[in-house]
């Protein structure tokens, strides 16, 4: 058995002045051939996890492309064609299955719904080929999507440790199937919720229930997967929003009836998927009065890991103005004070204007450096490996990496995007964030994979940057209306 294994990932950011080109894929690490199945072969995600399946049954596996970037705007059309081609002419040569880990919110140049374009043009190619996916909890699900495989799932966490799992699963029910064990069959559905990716931490209401929900129905005889996606609301594409789908054995009525009670919960809880801001002053003022450390001081509005360009000083200036001390910061990208950093050399003095290289015109913002004097600290490659609950030994490339020590405040420096959910971002330049009173990180849910642990409280910091949850601040085009929280609508 020839079994066809590959990973294309990508979350677009509509909204993003991020370019999300090939390079952008490379900065990640953009595997073909052989290198994708060295690169991803035990570790902790999907793509391992489907090797490991291969392995069991000493199928011959083609890895195609392994290629993933951190969320941007939207993908150009040589990156999507050079992610797409090598995996249709994987299909051309002829394979017997394939086990995709996909994203399920790529919007490229080439067409809003990267994934379900990719699943459509493999069927086009050879339309009874077995199809297993795997998909993002942010995945913006489509019917392309759903009709052009064989069974498909989502992660049910957020931070995503169970990427692994969930592969295992969909994996094993699509070799079930080939074998014919039992017969796939799906249903799926949206409601009109365009949901913040802040509201959709699943150890928190509301996504908790929608997991419990799914988690109660996998229980069910005859059940193979649920899955309650909480979509990608910055991707402004007609299908952003809650979904759900559901796989049975042969039970159409079955899934049918599971699909429509999660569907109607999602609905119902619609209003705790707004987030409530309040000003940053507050919060920075409430962080002060607080003493005992680590406090996580989240800058989710800068979150790169949404698409966000890292560089917005906002929250890092108004920490300053307030005179928090012993203060560590992941990340701050800029790589022109990085080549500054590295003409100083560790131990000398620098004056820099940092972040704000980049202009916000979608929420009509324009960046704004902050002057800033420090010692240079540490100078690094910027790579290392993950040894947290997410992304387990996947290698990370930050590029050229800096320290700068302003005596009150350590901050990162990195020449790459890259969202700080594990703490090899502190501790490869030799931060130990467990030993810092605040911790200032660029994101929104994920940090808890790696910080959660060490926290002795966390606050949301309402800054400035494209992964704003204010919608007041986003012109959103594409999406279907009328749609809640954009529209106050009262049904379904």
Not at 84 to 109: F, K, Q, T, W
Not at 339 to 348: F, I, L, S, T, Y
């Amino acid at each position: 058995m020839r079994i066809l294994i590959a990973m294309m990932k990508h979350e677009t950011n509509t909204f993003s002045p991020i370019v999300a080109d090939w390079k952008r894929f490379q900065d990640w690490g953009a595997h073909l051939g052989e290198d994708a199945l060295k690169a991803y072969e035990g570790t902790a995600m999907p793509m391992g996890a489907y090797i490991e399946l291969a392995r069991s049954i000493d199928a011959e596996i083609v890895t195609p492309v392994a290629a993933e970037a951190m969320p941007a705007g939207l993908v150009t059309k040589e990156a999507y064609n050079n992610l797409v081609e090598p995996i249709l002419e994987a299909v051309r040569n002829g394979v017997d299955a394939a086990m995709l880990d996909l994203h399920g919110a790529m919007v490229s140049e080439v067409t809003p719904d990267g994934e379900g374009t990719l699943l459509e043009r493999i069927r086009e190619i050879d339309p009874e080929l077995p199809i297993a996916v795997t998909l993002d909890l942010h995945c913006n699900l489509t019917d392309r999507m759903v009709r052009n495989c064989t069974t498909l799932i989502g992660y049910k966490t957020y931070p995503h440790v169970d990427m692994y799992e969930v592969g295992m699963q969909i994996g094993q029910a699509l070799l079930d199937s080939m074998a014919g064990k039992i017969d796939p069959v799906m249903s799926w559905g949206n409601v009109p919720v365009l949901s913040q990716t802040l509201c959709q931490g699943t150890d928190d209401e509301p996504m908790a229930t929608l997991i419990r929900l799914c988690k109660e129905a996998e229980q069910e005889k005859g059940v193979i997967a649920a899955t309650a996606f909480g979509g990608f609301a910055l991707a402004d594409m007609k299908d952003s929003g809650n979904s759900v789908i559901v796989v049975t054995d042969g039970d159409q009525v079955k899934a049918d009836a599971i699909r429509d009670r999660i569907l109607a919960k999602a609905w119902a809880l619609r209003e705790d998927f707004v987030y409530k801001h309040a000003p940053l002053e507050e919060k920075v003022a409430e962080a002060k009065s607080m003493t005992e450390g680590p406090i996580l001081l989240l800058d989710h509005a800068d979150n790169c890991g949404s698409g966000a360009t890292q560089d917005v000083m906002t929250v890092i200036a108004e920490i300053m103005r307030q005179g928090l001390e012993d203060v560590a910061v992941g990340a701050v990208w800029d790589p022109v004070a990085v080549q500054e950093m590295q003409k100083a050399g560790v131990g000398n003095t620098v004056t820099l204007k940092l972040g704000g290289k980049t202009d916000m015109p979608s929420i009509n913002e324009v960046g704004e450096p902050l002057e800033i004097t420090g010692t240079v600290k540490v100078i690094s490659n910027g790579e290392w490996t993950v040894r947290g609950p997410m992304y387990t030994g996947v290698k990370v490339y930050m590029g050229p990496t800096a320290v700068l020590d302003t005596g009150n405040m350590e901050i990162v420096i990195v020449s790459n995007h890259h969202e700080p959910w594990d703490q090899g971002v502190f501790t490869s330049v030799g931060i130990q964030p467990e030993h810092k009173r605040y911790v200032v990180l660029k994101s929104r849910i994920h940090y808890r994979a790696g910080f959660a642990p060490i926290a002795k409280a966390t606050l949301r910091l309402d800054g400035k940057g494209v992964t704003t949850s204010d919608n007041k601040l986003l012109e959103y085009k594409n999406v279907r209306r009328p749609i809640y929280p954009l529209d106050l609508i009262n049904e379904a």
